[in-house]
């Protein structure tokens, strides 16, 4: 069975629009956890745009689980998780002009300090991730710089258009999560997943975990949180 954890960003995007408390983050999160998510997930990003300080401090106080903390590898959002020490941090690209996170990121232009800041993240005892598009060498270059799990980013199988365009890029995926599982890597997949194109991972087994948020937010909205979380707990419960 794959586990699930729940990005709870997109609660947090509501919040923003508004600029005020809620709905919070910080108890949609308790809510997946009592629907049986098995992760907890929140991307700080360098302009705070949806997920902030105050957020990150609490979901570390309060996530049973596991905590993932997503955000660029910079040194302000280092110190950020030296301190306050996330079970996983994954290392994503970040652009201030995108809506989302738009691809995986590059690890082999910059792989020694990619390597540096896994190592001083290791020190603290936190795992880290990297999350990459369905490229093996890229996963190769990830694993060199010492990341404990991969993430493959799906973003572009979630947006194929056709279904034979959506088959091309899925084979990306085994090709990647092949090249990963060789390696000895745990594996996540996630971006773009929703409750229909979730499916077709049930043919990977050594995918360990989805992560899932968009879609599970957009649910929510007309079954509430808990139920749109156990939705998609039926959905990957085989996997």
Do not use: W
């Not at 049986?36 to 105050?54: S, Y």
């Not at 570390?60 to 302000?76: F, I």
């Not at 910059?110 to 996963?139: E, Y």
């Amino acid at each position: 069975m794959a586990r699930l954890s729940v990005n709870v960003d997109h609660v947090a995007t509501v919040r923003q629009a508004r600029g005020i408390n809620s709905p919070d983050p910080v108890f949609a999160a308790g809510l997946a956890e009592l629907a049986g998510a098995e992760g907890i997930i929140c991307h700080l990003r360098e302009d705070r745009r949806h997920i902030n300080d105050r957020d990150v401090e609490l979901l570390r106080q309060t996530v049973k689980t596991r905590l993932n903390l997503e955000m660029a590898a910079v040194e302000e959002m280092v110190k950020i998780a030296l301190a306050r020490k996330p079970d996983l941090v994954t290392l994503v690209p970040e652009k201030r002009e995108e809506l989302t996170t738009e691809g995986g990121l590059d690890v082999i232009s910059r792989s020694a300090h990619f390597k540096t800041v896994a190592g001083r993240l290791h020190q603290k005892g936190i795992q880290v991730s990297f999350f990459v598009d369905p490229h093996p060498d890229q996963i190769e270059t990830a694993h060199a710089c010492g990341a404990d799990i991969v993430e493959i980013h799906t973003g572009h199988y979630s947006e194929a258009s056709t279904e034979e365009e959506a088959v091309d890029r899925f084979k990306r995926i085994v090709a990647a999560v092949e090249a990963a599982h060789a390696l000895e890597l745990s594996i996540s997949a996630g971006h773009g997943l929703n409750y229909t194109n979730v499916k077709r991972f049930r043919v990977l087994p050594q995918i360990e975990e989805l992560s899932i948020g968009h879609s599970i937010v957009a649910m929510a909205v007309y079954v509430g949180f808990e139920a749109a979380v156990k939705k998609m707990m039926d959905l990957v419960k085989d996997f």
